[in-house]
């Protein structure tokens, strides 16, 4: 079996692609059979050592959190999923090992898959839904009607953010980059801007609710355009994100913190078509690392880059 793994902390250099003896699912756990993972901007900041005194220095250690794929065995004690069944969701973060042919995970952090979602389709879903589901839901606390700016929906945070936001029938105008204007003006949002040019005076105080996926926006910008009563929402686990939601009743942060209920809320619009979450490139196991490499380079693509087990 091979694994994406790295021997001690640093950059894209310590990934290796190498082989490794999966073992056996442990009590309350589950073994995956990978189809298709994910790739995040938390894998390889973990892998730089962005939680390295929470995460320890055992080694190696594997990479990634969402997959999606067929359950290979469960541990003692696992009554909710059987042999066969197929999954979504992420191993542990504690534990990252998605971008595997064989992944331990626990059942509390996967959902079955439906027959009518592909594997790759699927392994997209979980962090960014996820987190665009507490940003908007639970932390801003979105209803129809209101008017959204969302900072960075070309990424997939961005366009898990977009999709949920309208399909809870809210008004949404996007900021992104110039390579992806031509692409959000085809959307009918009320509004597409672009990060090359100064927000418009007129765009003042216009919006309920101000997400930014992509840490671009000053806590300054964000109160500009916020209505009164409005909410910012950052992502990005800053200093100074963390330290305005503790002490500014205008500011709020979100992080994906693993729900299996919000994850089926999340799965439940995709099945019907209302979370078009795009995935604009693929890359076999044996390719992931060049792919990663390009991401944390700052190759972005819209939405999701998914491997896929060959």
Request: proline share 6%; aromatic share 6%; glycine share 10%.
């Amino acid at each position: 079996m091979k694994r994406i793994q790295y021997s001690r902390y640093g950059g894209p250099e310590v990934m290796r692609l190498e082989d490794y003896t999966p073992r056996l699912p442990g009590r309350g756990e589950i073994r995956v059979r990978v189809k298709a993972a994910s790739v995040n901007p938390l894998d390889w900041q973990l892998r730089q050592g962005f939680m390295r005194l929470i995460m320890g220095s055992r080694f190696p250690r594997g990479m990634g959190m969402d997959l999606a794929g067929v359950v290979d065995a469960i541990g003692p004690g696992v009554k909710e999923l059987s042999v066969g069944d197929e999954v979504l969701g992420q191993t542990p973060m504690s534990n990252q090992n998605a971008f595997s042919e064989l992944a331990i995970t626990n059942p509390s952090l996967v959902i079955t898959k439906p027959s009518s979602l592909s594997f790759v389709a699927a392994a997209a879903l979980p962090s960014v839904g996820l987190t665009a589901w507490r940003a908007l839901i639970l932390v801003a606390g979105l209803k129809a009607g209101q008017t959204v700016l969302i900072n960075g929906a070309a990424g997939g945070v961005g366009q898990a953010a977009l999709a949920i936001a309208r399909a809870l029938g809210a008004v949404v105008s996007a900021r992104v980059g110039s390579t992806a204007i031509h692409a959000m003006e085809e959307q009918g949002l009320a509004y597409v801007l672009d990060y090359s040019r100064p927000i418009p005076d007129s765009l003042r105080h216009s919006f309920d609710i101000v997400f930014d996926c992509h840490g671009g926006l000053a806590a300054k910008e964000e109160e500009s355009l916020l209505k009164p009563g409005g909410i910012a929402v950052d992502i990005v686990p800053n200093a100074g994100n963390l330290l305005l939601s503790l002490f500014s009743t205008k500011h709020r942060f979100a992080r994906g913190a693993p729900s299996n209920d919000i994850l089926r809320k999340v799965v439940d619009l995709a099945v019907v078509g209302k979370f078009p979450l795009p995935v604009s490139r693929i890359a076999p196991l044996s390719d992931a690392i060049a792919m990663i490499r390009d991401l944390e380079a700052g190759k972005r693509v819209m939405g999701k880059a998914v491997i896929v087990m060959t």
